[in-house]
């Protein structure tokens, strides 16, 4: 159980496109995700937390108009990159937090997504 | 206040060796102190946690050393098998809400044959 999936796992894109990448908490439900970005080498560092039927709360340096993210179901979180260029080449991962049976934050992560924008 | 310190960066250790991997935070509100283990191009996976509440928990060939008064803990990898290759990351957080996680900077643990 506890299986959290994104697709796509990896995707190419011109610059100055829009990307969509989705979490689904597969066998759970989750109230609360969050989406991070890790680039080659180094540590995930968090873009926002993302609450279902609510507006997500961005980091500091994060660009909530660059980064929309939509969490509009308890098993569903999309994150959009919009206009994307080379710089926003990462490995993108979220994790979810079940709503209900367990009583500690323990978060189940994706399997991740590769953004390449060329 | 947030950071969470880790070192090192890279280790290598013979196999059927010990693996240390050493980290400190900053910032008493944090108790909840879970490790990752991560392959390339996968996610991160729990691997063991730890509360500031004992000094030791140990699961399998996996140890969690925890030091309150000093702030620090460190995971303990006995019997290091080549399968262990891989990337680790402890990281802080809080036990009991869906709070962000704090990650340190990850260890690039080698086992040589």
């Known amino acids: 159980g506890a299986v959290v999936s994104q697709h796509p796992s990896r995707v190419i894109c011109k610059s100055g496109t829009s990307v969509k990448i989705e979490c689904r908490s597969l066998d759970f439900q989750a109230t609360t995700m969050f989406w991070y970005r890790q680039f080659p080498k180094q540590s995930l560092m968090l873009m926002a937390t993302?609450?279902?039927?609510?507006?997500?709360?961005?980091e500091q340096g994060v660009e909530k108009d660059k980064f929309l993210i939509n969490h509009a179901s308890l098993t569903l979180s999309t994150l959009t990159v919009t206009s994307a260029h080379p710089e926003d080449s990462s490995f993108y991962i979220c994790?979810?937090?079940?709503?209900?049976?367990?009583?500690?934050?323990?978060?189940?992560f994706g399997p991740g997504t590769r953004l390449t924008v060329l | 206040q947030q950071q969470v310190k880790q070192s090192p960066q890279s280790l290598i250790v013979q196999k059927g060796g010990i693996s240390i991997i050493n980290c400190a935070y900053e910032n008493t509100a944090f108790d909840y102190f879970p490790w990752y283990q991560q392959f390339p191009g996968k996610g991160p996976a729990l691997l063991i946690a730890?509360?500031?509440?004992?000094s030791e928990k140990k699961e399998g060939r996996f140890t969690i050393s925890f030091n309150k008064s000093a702030k620090q803990f460190s995971l303990h990898i006995m019997d290091s098998q080549p399968g262990d290759s891989a990337t680790y990351f402890c990281?802080?957080?809080?036990?009991?809400?869906?709070?962000?996680?704090?990650f340190g900077s990850g260890t690039r643990l080698s086992i040589r044959p």
């Open positions: 994790s979810a937090h079940p709503t209900e049976g367990l009583s500690y934050n323990e978060q189940f």
């Open positions: 993302s609450n279902e039927g609510s507006k997500a709360t961005y």
């Open positions: 730890i509360r500031p509440d004992v």
């Open positions: 990281a802080a957080t809080l036990y009991s809400s869906a709070s962000k996680i704090i």
